[in-house]
């Protein structure tokens, strides 16, 4: 008889770290990618122990090439996080081409965010939030926005999205993320008696 232990694939996190749990972030360019990327940084250490958190990150001008934007595509009906960082102008025609392309093919996410670097009251800032919710709700998705001036924000500080309903909404936003078995799949498992 001849037996064989083959090593688990490098992508398996240990089996009691969680389900797979995917975020897509597109952003606008280098500063509303760092903003993204705090905000995931965050949700990483606030659900890391219970979930397997994984990020795409998109820069917008990507979507303009037909090729890159079907991935991006892809990417986004397998996220469970959107994350759409910018300015707060509005999006250029190709992101609004790869935003369509996801909504027609269905997303599974369960939340689309919105960050901004400036607040509600500028020119441009409401009319692509209220774009973006629209999406949201058409897809079926849960939708948080983050209107404020994040550039003079502490580092550490929560992302308001997180919190803009007062300290509570913190709980209730990462419990309800906690809670979320996004894909349902068991995790892979391997060893001599399994």
Same mark, same amino acid.
């Given at each position: 008889?001849?037996?064989?232990? !083959?090593?688990?694939?490098?992508?398996?996190?240990?089996?009691?770290?969680?389900?797979?749990?995917?975020?897509?972030?597109?952003?606008?360019?280098?500063? !509303?990618?760092?903003?993204?990327?705090?905000?995931?940084?965050?949700?990483?250490? $606030?659900?890391?122990?219970?979930?397997?958190? !994984?990020?795409?990150? /998109?820069?917008?001008?990507? %979507?303009?090439?037909?090729?890159?934007?079907?991935?991006?595509?892809?990417?986004?009906?397998?996220?469970?996080?959107?994350?759409?960082?910018?300015?707060?102008? !509005?999006?250029?025609?190709?992101?609004?081409? /790869?935003? $369509?392309? /996801?909504?027609?093919?269905?997303?599974?996410?369960? #939340?689309?965010? #919105?960050? %901004?670097?400036?607040?509600?009251?500028?020119?441009?800032?409401?009319?692509?939030? &209220?774009?973006?919710?629209?999406?949201?709700?058409?897809?079926?998705?849960?939708?948080? #926005?983050?209107?404020?001036? /994040?550039?003079?924000?502490?580092?550490?500080?929560?992302?308001?999205?997180?919190?803009?309903?007062?300290? #509570?909404?913190?709980?209730?936003?990462?419990?309800?993320?906690?809670?979320? &078995?996004?894909? $349902?799949?068991?995790?892979?498992?391997?060893?001599?008696?399994?």
């Amino acid at each position: 008889m001849r037996h064989t232990l !083959t090593k688990p694939p490098s992508t398996l996190v240990e089996a009691d770290s969680g389900p797979p749990f995917n975020v897509l972030i597109a952003y606008e360019d280098f500063e !509303t990618g760092k903003h993204a990327k705090r905000t995931y940084d965050y949700l990483a250490e $606030n659900l890391g122990r219970e979930c397997q958190l !994984t990020n795409q990150m /998109w820069k917008f001008d990507a %979507f303009s090439i037909p090729k890159l934007r079907e991935i991006a595509v892809r990417d986004a009906t397998q996220a469970d996080i959107i994350i759409i960082s910018s300015h707060g102008d !509005t999006l250029p025609e190709y992101v609004d081409k /790869w935003i $369509n392309s /996801w909504l027609m093919q269905g997303s599974e996410a369960l #939340a689309l965010v #919105a960050l %901004f670097d400036r607040p509600e009251s500028q020119f441009g800032v409401t009319s692509l939030k &209220n774009y973006l919710a629209d999406i949201a709700r058409r897809a079926g998705m849960e939708f948080f #926005a983050q209107p404020d001036e /994040w550039p003079e924000r502490e580092r550490d500080e929560a992302p308001s999205f997180l919190v803009q309903r007062g300290s #509570a909404a913190n709980d209730i936003v990462l419990s309800t993320l906690r809670g979320v &078995n996004p894909r $349902n799949e068991p995790i892979p498992r391997w060893g001599i008696n399994e």
